[in-house]
């Protein structure tokens, strides 16, 4: 088990590294296996924090800091509602709703025109995906189609997502952090070990990413994350019956 949650966290820090998604999902995943809906995504906030940060203090520069403020100010009051109605996370609920979120991704440009760099975009951004992120654990199909949209480049997206995302999984820790706080210390150990592994993920994954076009980064997200979307719903209906 170990071994595997080990692997799993580098080679999805890779893909993160890559594509600023995607990792995150399949994470996900590995550690609904292997834990409780809320410790799964507790310890996927704490990992995920670490990966991306590393990303973002790696490509900092390009990181838009102005998009990166509105879209908080939507998290956190995502968080509060979350926290008002004391939201308890069901593994079932998780899988639909992740296996659902592709189809963000394919939607044509002219039916939703969405614009992280426009504020009233940004900040519905924010309470979207940011509800999704405590909700189910990862939010990244949602927020990309914020993104994909933009003239921005391929580093400025994954930059400023990275800084969003390092934000966003602070705050779901915090928010589940009874369920974290109920680990084993075996299970600690391994969270340790995670870190630096996710974070040299990360750096292998930017080498990557300085290599692919902004025209097969945007296609190749799409069909990934399409493919993780259908093994999610897959999972789910196998749960639900």
Avoid at 80 to 95: D, H, R
Wanted: hydrophobic share 55%.
């Amino acid at each position: 088990m170990a071994g595997i949650f080990l692997i799993s966290c580098f080679l999805t820090s890779v893909l993160s590294g890559v594509f600023g998604m995607a990792g995150g999902l399949i994470l996900l995943w590995v550690l609904l296996q292997l834990f409780s809906a809320s410790a799964a995504i507790a310890v996927h906030g704490v990992i995920q924090f670490s990966a991306n940060f590393s990303r973002a203090w790696i490509s900092r520069e390009y990181i838009v800091w102005s998009i990166v403020a509105k879209i908080t100010a939507g998290v956190l009051l995502a968080a509060s509602i979350l926290l008002v109605i004391s939201y308890k996370p069901n593994p079932v609920a998780i899988s639909f709703i992740i296996g659902l979120m592709p189809i963000l991704v394919w939607t044509p440009p002219d039916w939703v025109k969405l614009d992280a760099s426009r504020s009233s975009h940004a900040l519905g951004c924010g309470f979207t995906a940011g509800g999704l992120t405590i909700a189910a654990g990862v939010s990244g199909p949602l927020i990309d189609i914020f993104f994909i949209r933009t003239q921005m480049g391929r580093r400025q997206i994954v930059a400023t997502k990275a800084a969003i995302q390092v934000i966003s999984h602070a705050i779901k820790t915090l928010f589940y952090l009874n369920a974290f706080l109920s680990l084993s210390t075996g299970e600690w150990w391994y969270i340790l070990l995670a870190a630096p592994l996710a974070i040299i993920g990360t750096k292998v994954g930017n080498y990557i990413l300085m290599h692919l076009t902004d025209a097969n980064f945007r296609s190749w997200s799409r069909l990934i994350v399409t493919t993780i979307g259908i093994v999610y719903l897959v999972q789910g209906m196998f749960l639900l019956f």
